[in-house]
């Protein structure tokens, strides 16, 4: 823990998932001062209280839905202090099947994964450029790197994140201003609960922790994915011609 | 349906799965999504519960997901913490601050309400007592679904039957207990050597100032040398101590894994030859160091075996069996020379061999008595079932019990001769509506 690391901030945008908590804590255990902007604010206090039960440092929450585009200026100004870091955890998966027949549904989950997480961190951008220094990290997905018939509703969205991000990171480059895309792949979640998860492929939420901190802090890479093995396996399926991809049906 | 099995491996079966993500969705668990009651639940914790007990008779309930620290107060050392909570991420957090757990079972794999539903014992219990002494309050879901407070003063009843009581009272939600303060990570450990099981023995009856005490006992040691131990006691090292170890961690990290089982050994790798080659080597290394005080890291001390990962495959695929047994001091001596010399003759290798003191406990299913307690592991075949079964008459006829938390196989005669609280315990269970509701196969097997 240096002097410099305990005047910082970091704000996690989706504190109540287990990502969310993974990510805060590694910051606190390394002295950062947390902040969780939350949907649900007793599950958020919930991981609130545990991380400052472990840090010994009391940790903010903020009552934030990523679909309340219209509140996110007065979220932002309410906070004490502009944080150094932001983390943007927020996702939805929907349901393909779902998303395919009922154009609300589908409709959530893009503005859930794409809209409010683009426009928020946008407005982070431009706090950000004002000041000259920060951080941005946004939880995109593999699933962003082509779409599947299995769930290209939900994919679509997270590539728009991570073009968002590509984008931002290209204005930004060369402003001390710092935007990480992060790729989890498969992670031991609630989300992912009950599917059969293949072992090498799947991270645990502290692994995603650890690679958002090296990545962001550290300066360990820009786009990254948590677990090595799917850049080249991402790679293969990115390679897969069209007429070959559309018949395997993955 | 998912298989469960236990730490050994040893029985395997199919229960329904269910994981509840926050304390709140707990006690809705007992009806399911369409409000029909559920039957046969039981609450699981981290899986090292050695046989059934963490198996529920229909669906088990696997709190992994409870595992925040509610609070942690630095300054009086007492936290409040969801059930779920690994004993391992709460020494990670206390520790450094200076405060470590009153009461340690052999391995910081185990969640604190494992802890408290096997009212798990340390090598401090002849001092401390169980780790259910120190719980102040329990907040438990009842199977009518509403969540009660209990502890020593609040709602006593159900605290004592909850303490020891294998889940089988409620689930388990959040706890509340104070840590014990601590002036480093480190253990001063002396060696007393004891050449036989008199000895051995007497060394623990002398040993009671000792802040820790436990004997690695070498059990296949015959004839004069029947039941030679190593007694090894502890007391928590103090900064003046270190010094005399240069350059000495105040807090040493966790040595975790450093050797991973890959795959289910052989089952005639622990075979008498090579379990007695190496109980030999270790007795002869272990009495050279002997007499002088040597620093030891807490995870070393307190959980030798964590250190290899997935020991249990040391014991092939068909599974191992714990034997744990606690006989009143009266009987120690003589059944204690009688069980060591049939699992001797039988040339079981039994890698690991343990022998403690414990205290009385305050539980209705609490493990411990005021007594010695003996704990052997042995790969699981028809032969060693039947020596087990001849090995509960002889602690049944000395007035001693068997570990419920490492049962896998005791009858339900020898459970009724040993746990003189069950009746207490079945009738708290009518009172809250339990029979049916909350049951493992464990406690199925030995109607309970």
């Not at chain 2, 790798?269 to 109980?279: H, K």
């Amino acid at each position: 823990m240096t002097a410099n690391a305990l005047s910082k901030t970091l704000l996690v945008i989706g504190g109540s998932s287990d990502i969310g908590r993974a990510i805060a804590s590694r910051y606190a255990v390394a002295g950062w001062q947390v902040v969780l902007a939350v949907r649900d604010v007793a599950a958020g206090t919930r991981n609130a209280s545990d991380i400052a039960a472990r840090s010994g440092r009391a940790v903010p929450v903020h009552r934030l839905d990523i679909l309340e585009t219209d509140q996110f200026a007065a979220m932002l100004d309410g906070l004490p202090v502009l944080p150094d870091t932001v983390v943007c955890v927020v996702g939805d998966m929907g349901d393909q099947a779902r998303s395919e027949a009922d154009p609300l549904a589908a409709q959530r989950v893009l503005r859930a994964n794409f809209e409010g997480p683009a426009l928020f961190l946008g407005m982070i951008a431009e706090r950000f450029a004002a000041r000259g220094t920060g951080a941005i990290v946004g939880i995109s997905s593999v699933a962003g790197d082509r779409g599947r018939a299995s769930n290209y509703i939900y994919g679509a969205a997270k590539a728009g994140f991570t073009a968002f991000l590509s984008g931002l990171r290209n204005r930004l480059a060369g402003r001390g201003i710092r935007v990480v895309t992060v790729k989890p792949g498969f992670v031991r979640t609630r989300m992912t609960e009950g599917m059969a998860l293949p072992g090498p492929l799947t991270a645990d939420p502290s692994e995603v922790g650890r690679a958002v901190f090296r990545a962001a802090e550290q300066g360990r890479g820009e786009v990254i994915y948590v677990r090595g093995v799917w850049r080249p396996l991402m790679m293969v399926i990115r390679a897969v011609p069209e007429r070959i991809f559309k018949r395997m049906q993955l | 349906m998912t298989e469960f099995h236990g730490w050994g491996r040893y029985p395997r079966h199919d229960s329904a799965l269910i994981s509840p993500l926050a304390p709140g969705e707990v006690a809705s668990l007992y009806d399911d999504a369409d409000g029909r009651p559920r039957a046969g639940l039981i609450a699981r914790g981290a899986g090292r519960a050695y046989g059934d007990a963490a198996i529920g008779d229909s669906a088990t309930v696997v709190m992994r997901g409870l595992d925040r620290i509610r609070s942690f107060d630095r300054q009086t050392g007492r936290v409040t913490v969801e059930a779920g909570l690994l004993l391992a991420d709460l020494i990670g957090v206390a520790m450094p601050a200076g405060w470590f757990p009153p009461v340690v079972p052999g391995t910081r794999f185990v969640t604190i309400g494992g802890m408290i539903a096997a009212d798990v014992h340390g090598k401090n219990h002849h001092r401390a007592g169980g780790f259910g002494d120190h719980v102040e309050t329990l907040t438990l879901a009842l199977p009518d679904g509403q969540m009660v407070t209990c502890g020593p003063d609040h709602h006593p009843d159900l605290f004592r039957a909850t303490i020891g009581g294998m889940g089988l009272t409620g689930m388990i939600v959040e706890a509340s207990f104070t840590l014990v303060p601590i002036q480093t990570g480190w253990i001063s450990q002396r060696t007393v050597v004891a050449p036989d099981l008199d000895r051995a023995l007497a060394a623990l009856r002398d040993a009671a100032e000792a802040t820790y005490s436990v004997a690695w006992i070498d059990c296949l040691a015959r004839g004069a040398a029947l039941g030679r131990s190593l007694v090894y006691l502890g007391e928590h090292a103090t900064p003046a101590d270190l010094t005399a170890r240069a350059g000495a961690d105040r807090w040493p990290p966790a040595v975790g894994g450093r050797f991973t089982v890959p795959l289910d050994a052989p089952s005639m790798m622990l075979n008498r030859l090579s379990v007695g080659a190496f109980n030999a080597l270790y007795y002869k290394r272990g009495a050279r160091a002997a007499g002088q005080a040597m620093l030891v890291p807490w995870d070393r001390y307190f959980f030798p075996l964590d250190g290899i990962g997935d020991w249990n495959r040391l014991y092939g695929a068909r599974g191992f069996v714990q034997y744990q047994c606690v006989l009143p001091m009266t009987a120690a001596a003589g059944t204690l020379a009688d069980i060591l010399e049939r699992v001797s003759r039988a040339g079981h290798a039994s890698f690991l061999a343990v022998l403690k003191q414990l205290g009385p406990a305050h539980g209705d299913l609490s493990f411990p008595m005021e007594g010695v307690t003996l704990a052997l592991d042995l790969p699981v075949s028809a032969r060693v079932l039947a020596l087990l079964n001849d090995l509960d008459r002889l602690v049944v006829a000395a007035g001693g019990r068997l570990y419920l938390a490492k049962d896998a196989r005791q009858s339900p005669a020898t459970f009724e001769a040993g746990y003189p609280g069950r009746d207490r315990l079945r009738r708290l269970r009518h009172q809250i509506g339990a029979p049916g509701r909350l049951s493992s196969k464990l406690s199925t097997r030995l109607g309970i």
